[in-house]
């Protein structure tokens, strides 16, 4: 089971950090990710982890994806937060792997979003 939190409603350039908690199986034996959505649009790859870190290329440099494993949760941090960030966003866990992990059919589990609002 996994549970998303953190999102907000901040102004472009502020932070925030959203938490995807899991219970069960250990966070380290997968390739967790963040995706989201924003209304109107496709569900989109954010970031992922398990050895090393991915992001796609809008977040790179201003988000920070990482993982605790003594609390068994991902974390993504973000930073500069533009309008266009503006989504719920999601945390998936499953076995991607390089050529997958962009993919939303790579991951199984998803949980329940949480919603980043960023407006002036």
């Known amino acids: 089971q996994l549970q998303a939190s953190g999102g907000g409603s901040v102004q472009p350039g502020d932070s925030l950090r959203l938490s995807c908690a899991a219970s069960?199986?250990?966070?380290?034996?997968?390739?967790t990710a963040w995706f989201r959505q924003a209304p109107g649009k496709e569900r989109e790859f954010v970031a992922a982890?398990?050895?090393?870190?991915h992001y796609a290329e809008s977040v790179r440099g201003r988000f920070t994806i990482s993982r605790d494993n003594a609390k068994n949760t991902v974390y993504l941090e973000m930073n500069s937060l533009k309008p266009e960030d503006a989504a719920v966003y999601y945390c998936?866990?499953?076995?991607?792997?390089?050529?997958?992990?962009?993919?939303?059919?790579?991951?199984?589990?998803w949980g329940q979003g949480t919603e980043v609002t960023v407006s002036s």
């Open positions: 998936a866990v499953g076995r991607a792997i390089l050529s997958t992990y962009t993919l939303l059919s790579a991951y199984s589990y």
């Open positions: 982890i398990r050895d090393r870190a």
């Open positions: 069960g199986r250990a966070l380290r034996e997968f390739t």
